[in-house]
């Protein structure tokens, strides 16, 4: 029965998107020529060239509002599903209800501060949307609020599993490390939303290794939320798959990376995070190296020629489409390694 709750989340999760999707596109076409209209009155009417290509919207699209309320929906139903035929699930074993209900709460977490820097932008009309440090300290906030539903429970990580040495536990370190760990992600992830497909196609391979391993850990009834993700993820690549006609935007970004982070933390296994992400913290490692060198030699040298990775593929010439197959490939990558990393712990 609980297979017949995972199929259920996923394909529910997949209708409801594609259906929110269909509606959100016309809208936020709409709304895009609202947001040039402004611009267009204050600049002269000029003639592009033919050879120009065509510049990307400007308004913020925050297409991962639908992806969120069709994961809401597929989850609410695939839980109760799975509960009706296994009532044991709502016993305190495991807590299998806490867990599921922290991490989905968590993501809905990190996807309100994608929908604030979405909103900010909205409001006015800036790329950049809220200012680093006010995003740095929700994001913050928001790991901080996990931490401690975990830590009340009694099921936060004390420590992390490294190939050749085991278990190493981090004692009182072990907050402080999820901590970072979630805000990085969620810094890599909105890093990553530059080019048409990454996060979502990415996301939707980790979402399905995310299911095996935690099957592999016997964690397969919470499966339920991943699940659902990877239905949806596969109907809004309809739309997101370059060239994209909606977009995640920071909303759907961050929730992405929210559900990456917040769930192999909540089954005990947050070292999961890591080579699940491996697309992800790629793109935010260039960024970071990039930083570091150019302070370091007081703005004399760049490391890469351009960051993050999918800015540098394309100075090399490579398209939106095969950006998005090598970012795939480098996904299924780090879901085999995530699977690696399951079976011998």
């Known amino acids: 029965m ?7 989340a996923s394909t529910l999760g997949f209708l409801l998107t594609a259906a929110l999707g269909n509606l959100m596109v016309p809208l936020l076409r709409a709304f895009q020529s609202r947001w040039d209209a402004p611009q267009t009155q204050q600049a002269p009417e000029q003639k592009a060239p033919e050879t120009e290509p065509e510049r990307p919207a400007q308004a913020p699209t925050m297409g991962g509002l639908c992806l969120m309320v069709g994961v809401l929906a597929a989850v609410g139903v695939g839980w109760t599903a799975a509960c009706v035929a296994q009532p044991e699930l709502l016993g305190a074993e495991g807590l299998l209800s806490v867990r599921l209900l922290i991490a989905l709460f968590g993501a809905l977490l990190f996807g309100g501060v994608g929908l604030l820097d979405d909103l900010a932008r909205i409001r006015t009309h800036s790329v950049l949307g809220l200012r680093r440090y006010t995003r740095l300290g929700l994001e913050a906030a928001a790991g901080a609020v996990v931490l401690v539903l975990l830590w009340a429970k009694g099921c936060l990580a004390a420590g992390i599993t490294l190939p050749g040495a085991g278990y190493v536990n981090l004692s009182a370190a072990a907050p402080l490390v999820w901590e970072a760990l979630l805000v990085a992600l969620a810094e890599c992830a909105r890093i990553a939303d530059g080019v048409d497909g990454i996060v979502c196609g990415t996301s939707f391979a980790a979402m399905l290794g995310l299911m095996c391993a935690m099957t592999v850990l016997g964690w397969f009834p919470l499966g339920v939320l991943p699940a659902a993700l990877a239905g949806s993820l596969m109907a809004f690549l309809l739309w997101n798959f370059p060239p994209a006609r909606l977009r995640l935007g920071s909303v759907g970004s961050l929730f992405l990376a929210g559900a990456l982070g917040c769930v192999p933390l909540c089954i005990g296994w947050p070292d999961l995070s890591v080579p699940l992400c491996l697309p992800l913290w790629l793109e935010g490692g260039m960024v ?7 302070k ?8 890469f020629r351009s960051a993050p990775l999918h800015r540098w ?30 079976k011998i712990s």
Request: with cysteine; aromatic share 10%; proline share 0%.
């Open 288 to 294: 970071a190296l990039q930083i570091i060198v150019y």
């Open 296 to 303: 370091a030699t007081k703005g004399r040298k760049q490391l």
């Open 2 to 8: 609980i297979r017949f709750a995972l199929i259920a």
């Open 313 to 342: 593929l394309e100075l090399r010439g490579q398209s939106a489409e095969h950006i998005f197959y090598i970012f795939c490939v480098i996904a299924m990558l780090g879901v085999a390694l995530t699977l690696q990393l399951a």
